[in-house]
């Protein structure tokens, strides 16, 4: 079936530092890919998207680039900041059921 | 504001009590989920209903009894858990093709 598996974290990093979380999936078709973001106590919020292979996903000076060759979706992000401290989780849709996977999620803390 | 309500936000219950949780979305969406999401796991699709038909039950064991009378409200009844029911409890919907999901923001259960 379909499954997503990404870095482990925690991942801590300094203000401006650059930003890499590996996601790599397993899925049979052709699924969309999301990168979704959880900040403390809140539910998990779509972060960006892509739904066909060599689409690229942004929001809020964070990236990814759907890679069918390599089954991956790596987030990226050139300058983090404070406020990006969050649960990072990547996940696909797609398959018979058409269900949601997510990945373990990994964990960001930047400091200032 | 995804769009998806959940309620209570926050529910103590002790392990003899029958409780429910609630999950509410006015999308138009007609797929809705239950995923739990614990502090050492990895977040776990519970059920799945597409159209009001239950068409995923992933091993979840009796003491957790979806209903969901209408494409817009599902709910999670419980009854004589234990205490590692304890996580937080997130409601999604999603459109029948290959998009996101809309998460709410959750119930955060204590067991004692």
């Known amino acids: 079936g379909n499954s997503v598996t990404q870095m482990e974290g925690p991942v801590t990093l300094s203000e401006e530092a650059f930003l890499t979380i590996n996601c790599t999936y397993t899925?049979?078709?052709?699924?969309?890919l999301f990168w979704y973001v959880q900040y403390p106590g809140e539910g998990l919020q779509l972060l960006l998207k892509?739904?066909?292979?060599?689409d690229k996903g942004s929001n809020k000076g964070f990236e990814a680039t759907y890679r069918k060759e390599t089954t991956s979706f790596h987030l990226e992000k050139g300058s983090v900041q404070v406020s990006d401290s969050a649960v990072y989780f990547c996940?696909?849709?797609?398959?018979?059921?058409?269900?949601?996977?997510f990945g373990a999620g990994t964990r960001l803390t930047v400091k200032p | 504001e995804t769009g998806v309500t959940q309620t209570p936000r926050h529910l103590v219950m002790g392990m003899t009590n029958k409780k429910s949780l609630k999950c509410e979305q006015h999308?138009?969406?007609?797929?809705m989920y239950w995923y739990k999401q614990s502090a050492k796991k990895p977040l776990e699709l519970m059920f799945v209903?597409?159209?009001?038909?239950?068409?995923e039950n992933n091993s979840v064991p009796s003491r957790f009894s979806p209903e969901c009378p209408n494409s817009s409200h599902l709910f999670l009844h419980l009854h004589t858990l234990q205490p590692e029911d304890s996580a937080l409890y997130l409601c999604?919907?999603?459109?029948?093709?290959?998009?996101?999901?809309?998460f709410g923001q959750g119930t955060r259960l204590t067991v004692v």
């Open positions: 999604a919907s999603s459109p029948p093709l290959n998009t996101e999901a809309f």
């Open positions: 899925a049979t078709g052709y699924p969309s």
């Open positions: 892509a739904t066909k292979a060599d």
């Open positions: 996940a696909l849709r797609g398959g018979r059921n058409n269900d949601m996977r």
């Open positions: 999308l138009g969406h007609n797929a």
């Open positions: 209903y597409n159209f009001k038909e239950q068409t």
